[in-house]
């Protein structure tokens, strides 16, 4: 189920997948950063806070831009 949604987001040509279930971003992000797939993760919360210059969720060191 994780890589069907993972796929759609792709196609939509989505860069940010926002929800509202914690574990379901964890999973997803966490799904979606071993395919290599160029997509952030953000729950809700974080996006209405507007504190996107955070580093996303699951986010890897090397994708990291040391703002976090």
Do not use: W, Y
């Not at 914690?22 to 997803?28: A, D």
């Not at 996107?52 to 060191?61: R, T």
């Amino acid at each position: 189920m994780a890589d069907r949604k993972l796929e759609a987001f792709v196609a939509s040509g989505a860069q940010t997948v926002t929800a509202l279930d914690l574990g379901c971003l964890l999973h997803l992000a966490g799904r979606a950063r071993r395919r290599n797939l160029p997509l952030e993760f953000r729950h809700l919360a974080e996006v209405l806070a507007g504190c996107c210059d955070a580093p996303p969720i699951a986010a890897s060191k090397d994708r990291d831009d040391g703002n976090g």
